[in-house]
């Protein structure tokens, strides 16, 4: 555990900023499974789903009031921050396995990458906490991969929402034919030499 107070001080008062990026999100998945609710002709799959984020939700805005409360200055600070982590990773890996309603592409890729980016960032909280001493370049990495798992469930809010982010839209099917235009190009070439 890191000896330092301010180091704990520090991780504990910067995590509140993330997790008020999180609670928007919440209140935004809640205006929409209500929008849905009045939609839906009792989708099995969709209330299912519904339900499940309503929970996961429920889950993330426990983490962020609990994460809020944690005392920088407490001996067990960094073992508090450690355990809610832990439980968040759960919560995400519980989100990523829902069965995802086919209305809603992408979802389910972006909520695996979310799971597997929170679970590098607690994996590195960890190291960079739990060693002789505290380590920043581990929990640098490990806020990164944090950024990342909560980027992805900002897309997920913005698909459920009916919104397709520009950063996940993919041009493969252009990039693959102006492949294919070059490769020809460059065989003609070479059988003409």
């Known amino acids: 555990m890191p000896a330092n107070g301010e180091i704990i001080e520090r991780a504990v008062n910067d995590f509140p900023k993330v997790q008020k990026r999180m609670s ?5 998945i809640c205006f929409l499974l209500l929008f849905l609710t009045g939609c839906s002709k009792q989708d099995p799959v969709l209330e299912n789903y519904k339900a499940n984020m309503n929970q996961f939700f429920e889950n993330i805005k426990v983490f962020d009031a609990s994460i809020d409360a944690i005392d ?8 508090q921050l450690l355990s809610l982590l832990d439980a968040m990773d759960t919560s995400f890996a519980q989100m990523a396995s829902l069965e995802v309603p086919e209305s809603f592409p992408g979802v389910s890729e972006l909520a695996q990458e979310a799971s597997s980016y929170m679970t590098e960032a607690v994996s590195y909280f960890h190291q960079a906490y739990e060693g002789d001493s505290f ?15 909560n980027l992805r469930l900002q897309y997920i809010v913005s698909i459920l929402h009916g919104d397709i982010p520009e950063e ?26």
Request: zero cysteines.
């Open 24 to 28: 928007v999100y919440y209140i935004l």
């Open 72 to 79: 920088p200055s407490s001996d067990t600070a960094a073992s």
């Open 135 to 149: 380590d920043a370049v581990l929990e640098d990495v490990a806020r990164q991969n944090y950024e990342r798992a």
């Open 168 to 193: 996940i839209i993919t041009y493969d099917d252009e990039d693959t034919s102006s492949d294919e235009d070059t490769s020809s190009e460059e065989d003609t070439s070479s059988s003409e030499e």
